[in-house]
Structure formats: structure tokens, C-alpha cells
């Protein structure tokens, strides 16, 4: 069975640090892999997704970045957070035919900016 | 176009009783439509899901009523259980999925 995994659960960070956000997924090939923002009591912002190595789309101007180094790694990555950075990340997967096909959400990674 | 209003934001029901979240959609081309649960902490889960060719789903006492022609969707949740208590967001999708903003829903013990 597929599994996703996101580390750390928690993280906490004073402005301007760098930060690096893991995401694998075990179980399935070529998925499409997702990076979203939820802040507290709003619902899901989509910051990246990727279609295959190598391959990441913006969805929106911000001060992150996204790589996918391997084909089942997503990584979420700041040279030096802002305190607007703050929020719950979560990291989804889709087969790789994305019509019909729900996404798989990890468990997030609470961000907390000082 | 692109859009999924979702209704209502937060919504309190006796234990028992019936929970019912509604969802709006403009865009024609949205093929799929999955409803996810969210527990505190956690990410989103896959709850119930639709496509366009069906009315309704049933899935225990979770329900999708699907309208086409409305362009609507709503999720029921029958006898509803403390264990209930979570945010509900409907999504819609084809090439890309567009979430709606969440229903913080509470069940009364």
C-alpha cells in the first residue's frame, strides 16, 4: 500500500533562518507530488506541484521554494523565512494520471516563525 | 470559473441528527468530486467521492446528493457522532483539483 511521509511534525524558527521540509512517498511510481499551505482555520493553499524529477510548477509568487531531487522526494525549502511564513504544510500525492484521482495528504509540518 | 464555494463555514448538530454541507461550482469541466475529513493536527483525508454521471453516493452514513444541472454538490452525514467532529472540505477537479475553503463542523454530545 502506498504511504506518505512528512518530517518534521512540528518546527519552530526565528526569522531569517533557512528552512528544508521533507516529503517521501513510498509504495507508487511517478506520482505527482504537491506542497500546500493551510493557514489557521482557512483552508488549503497550493504553493508547487510536480509532474515528474526535476519538473516543479509555482502556483503562487512567495518566498519558498520546491525541489524533487528523486521521484518519490519532495522537498520545501526558504533561504531565510519571513513571520508571514508561518502555517501547517502539507505535502499530496495523485497517480500520475491526475483526472479523477484524489489526492493523499501526509500529516503537515506546523511551522511556527519567531 | 475556477472557483468552489462552500457552505456553511462552521456548523453545530445535536448527536443524532443530520449534518449538511453544501458545495458550488461554475466550471462544467470538473469531472471528479471528492470530499475529504480533517482532524486537528492531521492532514486531510479522503472521505467520499463522486463523478458527474451518478445523483448520489452512500459510503455508512456519509452521502453525496449530486446536481448537475445546478452545478451543486452536498455531503450528508446521517446520525451524526461526536467522532464527527472535524473540518470538511469539498474539492472539484479534472486536470487540477480547487478545494473549498472548509466547514468546521461540531457535533453536540
Known amino acids: 500500500s502506498q504511504t506518505i511521509h512528512q518530517w518534521p511534525a512540528t518546527l519552530v524558527q526565528p526569522v531569517g533562518s533557512p528552512l528544508s521540509l521533507e516529503c517521501t512517498v513510498e509504495?507508487?511510481?511517478?506520482?505527482?507530488l504537491y506542497w500546500y499551505r493551510q493557514a489557521a482555520g482557512r483552508g488549503l493553499q497550493l504553493l508547487f506541484y510536480?509532474?515528474?524529477?526535476?519538473?516543479i510548477s509555482s502556483e503562487v509568487p512567495q518566498n519558498l521554494s520546491a525541489s524533487r531531487p528523486q521521484d518519490r522526494q519532495f522537498i520545501l525549502s526558504s533561504k531565510k523565512l519571513l513571520l508571514s511564513d508561518s502555517g501547517f504544510y502539507l505535502c499530496?500525492?495523485?497517480?500520475?494520471?491526475?483526472?479523477?484521482?484524489?489526492?493523499?495528504f501526509g500529516d503537515g509540518t506546523r511551522l511556527s516563525i519567531l | 470559473q475556477q472557483q468552489v464555494k462552500q457552505s456553511p463555514q462552521s456548523l453545530i448538530v445535536q448527536k443524532g441528527g443530520i449534518s449538511i454541507i453544501n458545495c458550488a461550482y461554475e466550471?462544467?469541466?470538473?469531472?471528479?468530486f471528492p470530499w475529504y475529513q480533517q482532524f486537528p493536527g492531521k492532514g486531510p483525508a479522503l472521505l467520499i467521492a463522486?463523478?458527474?454521471?451518478?445523483s448520489e453516493k452512500k459510503e455508512g452514513r456519509f452521502t453525496i446528493s449530486f446536481n448537475k444541472s445546478a452545478k451543486q454538490f452536498s455531503l450528508h452525514i446521517m446520525d451524526s457522532q461526536p467522532g464527527d467532529s472535524a473540518t470538511y472540505f469539498c474539492?472539484?477537479?479534472?486536470?487540477?483539483?480547487?478545494f473549498g475553503k472548509g466547514t468546521r463542523l461540531h457535533i453536540l454530545p
Open positions: 509504495g507508487t511510481s511517478n506520482p505527482n
Open positions: 510536480s509532474v515528474g524529477i526535476g519538473q
Open positions: 499530496a500525492w495523485s497517480t500520475e494520471d491526475a483526472s479523477n484521482q484524489p489526492q493523499h
Open positions: 466550471n462544467t469541466a470538473f469531472d471528479y
Open positions: 474539492a472539484a477537479s479534472n486536470a487540477k483539483i480547487i
Open positions: 463522486i463523478r458527474p454521471d451518478v
